[in-house]
């Protein structure tokens, strides 16, 4: 899957929970859900592969820098941890095979299993629906969250459900 599809999922679970701690939990365990989801993926060993993953992750911050321009620094530096947390899998097992060593950790091996190869169509068509509902359902909580007090965006990120009056 690409960078894009990890990285809004991610930031998206990292504010849907009033404990930052459970939503980088859930941002980490996001990846091997997604992976689940059979999927075209780029490789690295072409230029073309690595022009490819540069484009996707060049999309990926714009579209979070976008999404953020009006919150505060404790809920970007949530967003964000959530984005890169959520593609942690994926940078440890590249920067490994990169570095030529073996790699036998679980996660690794279980993020290798939940892989599998869909048409590129397909694929990509299901990984921008998803990238644009994930995006959307973002700035609708950031709206809601930025609809708070300042002061609630340190501890916790407020839910504004069912507090209605």
Do not use: C
Request: proline letters at 5%.
């Amino acid at each position: 899957m690409l960078i894009t599809p990890h990285a809004m999922t991610g930031a998206a679970l990292s504010v849907s929970f009033a404990s930052p701690f459970v939503g980088i939990i859930l941002a980490f365990a996001s990846h091997y859900l997604l992976d689940a989801i059979p999927s075209w993926d780029v490789g690295m060993g072409t230029a073309r592969d690595l022009s490819i993953l540069f484009a996707d992750a060049m999309f990926t911050i714009a579209a979070l820098t976008y999404a953020l321009r009006r919150t505060s620094n404790v809920v970007k530096m949530r967003i964000w941890a959530g984005a890169v947390v959520a593609l942690l899998p994926d940078i440890l097992s590249q920067s490994l095979l990169l570095a030529g060593l073996r790699h036998d950790l679980f996660v690794l091996h279980l993020h290798q299993y939940l892989q599998a190869p869909a048409p590129l169509v397909v694929s990509l068509t299901s990984q921008v629906f998803l990238s644009i509902i994930v995006l959307m359902y973002l700035t609708k909580r950031i709206k809601r969250i930025m609809a708070t007090p300042p002061s609630s965006h340190i501890n916790t990120i407020v839910f504004r459900e069912g507090q209605r009056r």
